[in-house]
């Protein structure tokens, strides 16, 4: 043949739904056979959605997956192109795999189960599956009985050497990469980074291919791409969206190596603030979609963290499927309900105003008799948002939106928010967003709003939300630096303690002052019972609080870690 032309098809599965994703593999399938290609690559997992947890541990599931890859085998019987795809197998003696599945011709050509399983962070696949064996070369049949010899590799198998070098050894022409890799903020340079590094050993060609979407916590970014055996970016899908792209490749002159035809389309990368931003909204967007809410509804509280979550709730699904509440008590201040009303109005949301005062003045009867007149406290500002989180999970009951939670990592962090009160409600999308990123990504919304996102252009977040002090509005002239150190000062410590985990002395001898370490370190460890309680929410970071920072919540070391920086 004069070529071979491979397509990288990135789409969006979803876990358990594998009629669906049987019509998706079908749709890019049709697509790429468009482009003339003789063979589709998809992600992994595909045929079942990736992660799927415990989920794959049913026989059932994994019998229907069979099913599916042989029903896909079947339909390659066309003259259109073979399928790469990944689902699970089970061998015969019944071990579970991870495994990327050749099809073609009418019938299942290869199989290769996952080699290197993850078992950190967000992965615990050594839960659910066996490791396969070193794998050797998928053979490709082609027309006029050639034959083109794929080295197949699944997601982790590519962050190590050892697999992508047996495959160069034992005769693969090019490198083919299968993946369910989620986003993080630097992990789109890490991924090429190591592309090109197995590039170099091997001296191969190598075509990288990523689900995007979100799934649970997780959002998957795409931005598949191929690189060239001299390490040439071939071709980048952009992130966050559906693509197939065709690749075209040749043995060179002398019929030994594969070497790409012209170059693809090439995405840019997306500028760090804005990609978070999209991944904010895919994260909500799928999280409410793939679980059938009709909507979401939120406290508009007049502050910048509410203000944010229904700027990407808007973007994330149109102003018409979210509710806005504002629930003021006696402490807001006259600026928040005017600032509230003016974001709803630059939203285009529907803005409720339910007064929680004969609510409290009824819990304040009500327990009078038990709190025996002791003095009011943090006990009194905590039934307000208790009180307010009774509200919209009724509103949620009885209209059907899913409640959004509105508090970011910083006050997660630092245990700055109330159990059963702004905690209340079924996803975040800033649970793993600083504060001072909050303030950056409104900025940015203002400015420019992004092709994909469903909201009005221009000013959406009024400039005096952004520019006053944080306040929870809990008690008369209450801030939040009253309780807590300057935002810049908190985030950086956070980041030292959690994406970094440095300990308070190293903090110390960074330059941060010992009594700000001292009390953020004892209030990030206090408030671990607080976050196991805490709603699903978007993974941002490399330690998103959840399934990538696991912490006892009896933890008796943190006194150990305290002493270290004196007293």
Same mark, same amino acid.
Request: proline fraction near 7%.
């Given at each position: 043949?004069?070529?071979?032309?491979?397509?990288?098809?990135?789409?969006?599965?979803?876990?358990?739904?594998?009629?669906?994703?049987?019509?998706?593999?079908?749709?890019?399938?049709?697509?790429?056979?468009?482009?003339?290609?003789?063979?589709?690559?998809?992600?992994?997992?595909?045929?079942?959605?990736?992660?799927?947890?415990?989920?794959?541990?049913?026989?059932?599931?994994?019998?229907?997956?069979?099913?599916?890859?042989?029903?896909?085998?079947?339909?390659?019987?066309?003259?259109?192109?073979? =399928?790469?795809?990944?689902?699970?197998?089970?061998?015969?003696?019944?071990?579970?795999?991870?495994?990327?599945?050749?099809?073609?011709?009418?019938?299942?050509?290869?199989?290769?189960?996952?080699?290197?399983?993850?078992?950190?962070?967000?992965?615990?696949?050594?839960?659910?599956?066996?490791?396969?064996?070193?794998?050797?070369?998928?053979?490709?049949?082609?027309?006029?009985?050639?034959?083109?010899?794929?080295?197949?590799?699944?997601?982790?198998?590519?962050?190590?050497?050892?697999?992508?070098?047996?495959?160069?050894?034992?005769?693969?022409?090019?490198?083919?990469?299968?993946?369910?890799?989620?986003?993080?903020?630097?992990?789109?340079?890490?991924?090429?980074?190591?592309?090109?590094?197995?590039?170099?050993?091997?001296?191969?060609?190598?075509?990288?291919?990523?689900?995007?979407?979100?799934?649970?916590?997780?959002?998957?970014?795409?931005?598949?791409?191929?690189?060239?055996?001299?390490?040439?970016?071939?071709?980048?899908?952009?992130?966050?969206?559906?693509?197939?792209?065709?690749?075209?490749?040749?043995?060179?002159?002398?019929?030994?190596?594969?070497?790409?035809?012209?170059?693809?389309?090439?995405?840019?990368? =997306?500028?760090?603030?804005?990609?978070?931003?999209?991944?904010?909204?895919?994260?909500?967007?799928?999280?409410?979609?793939?679980?059938?809410?009709?909507?979401?509804? =939120?406290? =508009?509280?007049?502050?910048?963290?509410?203000?944010?979550?229904?700027?990407?709730?808007?973007?994330?699904?149109?102003?018409?499927?979210?509710?806005?509440?504002?629930?003021?008590?006696?402490?807001?201040?006259?600026?928040?309900?005017?600032?509230?009303?003016?974001?709803?109005?630059?939203?285009?949301?529907?803005?409720?105003?339910?007064?929680?005062?004969?609510?409290?003045?009824?819990?304040?009867?009500?327990?009078?008799?038990?709190?025996?007149?002791?003095?009011?406290?943090?006990?009194?500002?905590?039934?307000?948002?208790?009180?307010?989180?009774?509200?919209?999970?009724?509103?949620?009951?009885?209209?059907?939106?899913?409640?959004?939670?509105?508090?970011?990592?910083?006050?997660?962090?630092?245990?700055?928010?109330?159990?059963?009160?702004?905690?209340?409600?079924?996803?975040?999308?800033?649970?793993?967003?600083?504060?001072?990123?909050?303030?950056?990504?409104?900025?940015?919304?203002?400015?420019?709003?992004?092709?994909?996102?469903?909201?009005?252009?221009?000013?959406?977040?009024?400039?005096?939300?952004?520019?006053?002090?944080?306040?929870?509005?809990?008690?008369?002239?209450?801030?939040?630096?009253?309780?807590?150190?300057?935002?810049?000062?908190?985030?950086?410590?956070?980041?030292?303690?959690?994406?970094?985990?440095?300990?308070?002395?190293?903090?110390?001898?960074?330059?941060?002052?010992?009594?700000?370490?001292?009390?953020?370190?004892?209030?990030?460890?206090?408030?671990?019972?607080?976050?196991?309680?805490?709603?699903?929410?978007?993974?941002?970071?490399?330690?998103?609080?959840?399934?990538?920072?696991?912490?006892?919540?009896?933890?008796?070391?943190?006194?150990?870690?305290?002493?270290?920086?004196?007293?």
């Amino acid at each position: 043949m004069d070529a071979f032309v491979i397509a990288l098809a990135q789409g969006n599965p979803t876990v358990g739904d594998l009629e669906g994703n049987l019509a998706l593999i079908r749709r890019l399938r049709a697509a790429a056979a468009a482009e003339g290609a003789h063979l589709v690559v998809l992600s992994e997992l595909c045929v079942i959605g990736y992660p799927p947890e415990d989920l794959v541990l049913k026989p059932a599931l994994t019998q229907h997956a069979e099913r599916v890859v042989t029903r896909l085998a079947a339909e390659t019987a066309d003259g259109g192109p073979a =399928l790469l795809i990944g689902s699970p197998w089970r061998d015969p003696a019944g071990r579970l795999f991870n495994a990327a599945v050749l099809v073609g011709e009418g019938r299942v050509l290869a199989r290769r189960a996952k080699h290197a399983l993850p078992n950190y962070g967000v992965f615990d696949e050594k839960r659910v599956f066996e490791p396969g064996p070193v794998p050797g070369p998928m053979v490709l049949p082609l027309a006029g009985g050639e034959t083109l010899r794929l080295g197949v590799m699944v997601c982790e198998d590519m962050w190590g050497e050892d697999v992508a070098e047996a495959l160069g050894e034992s005769g693969a022409e090019i490198l083919v990469v299968i993946n369910g890799s989620p986003f993080e903020t630097e992990k789109p340079e890490q991924r090429l980074q190591l592309a090109v590094a197995r590039a170099t050993e091997t001296g191969l060609p190598l075509i990288y291919v990523n689900q995007w979407g979100g799934q649970d916590e997780l959002v998957f970014d795409g931005a598949s791409f191929a690189l060239d055996a001299d390490r040439t970016l071939v071709t980048q899908a952009p992130m966050l969206e559906e693509a197939v792209i065709a690749t075209r490749w040749r043995r060179d002159t002398d019929g030994m190596r594969l070497v790409a035809i012209g170059r693809g389309p090439i995405a840019p990368a =997306l500028p760090p603030l804005e990609a978070i931003y999209r991944v904010m909204v895919t994260g909500l967007r799928d999280y409410v979609e793939k679980n059938r809410f009709p909507g979401v509804v =939120l406290g =508009l509280s007049g502050g910048v963290d509410s203000a944010l979550s229904a700027a990407v709730a808007v973007d994330a699904l149109g102003a018409e499927r979210v509710r806005a509440v504002m629930m003021p008590s006696r402490y807001t201040s006259r600026e928040s309900l005017e600032d509230a009303t003016t974001c709803a109005r630059l939203l285009g949301v529907r803005l409720d105003e339910i007064g929680i005062e004969p609510a409290v003045e009824a819990f304040q009867h009500m327990l009078a008799p038990v709190f025996e007149n002791r003095t009011p406290d943090t006990t009194e500002e905590n039934i307000q948002s208790r009180i307010r989180g009774v509200i919209l999970m009724g509103i949620s009951n009885k209209l059907g939106p899913m409640v959004l939670t509105t508090g970011n990592k910083s006050e997660m962090s630092v245990g700055y928010a109330t159990l059963y009160g702004d905690m209340a409600g079924g996803y975040s999308v800033l649970k793993d967003v600083y504060k001072t990123t909050v303030f950056a990504l409104s900025r940015l919304r203002n400015e420019r709003r992004p092709h994909d996102c469903l909201g009005p252009d221009g000013l959406v977040i009024p400039e005096r939300i952004i520019t006053k002090p944080p306040t929870a509005e809990l008690r008369a002239d209450q801030k939040d630096e009253d309780s807590l150190p300057p935002y810049p000062v908190l985030d950086r410590v956070l980041h030292g303690l959690v994406e970094e985990d440095l300990s308070p002395r190293e903090l110390v001898a960074r330059g941060e002052d010992p009594e700000v370490v001292r009390k953020v370190s004892n209030l990030l460890d206090l408030a671990e019972y607080k976050r196991r309680q805490a709603p699903p929410g978007v993974k941002i970071t490399r330690k998103a609080f959840g399934r990538d920072r696991r912490y006892p919540i009896t933890n008796a070391f943190r006194r150990i870690g305290l002493r270290e920086i004196g007293s």
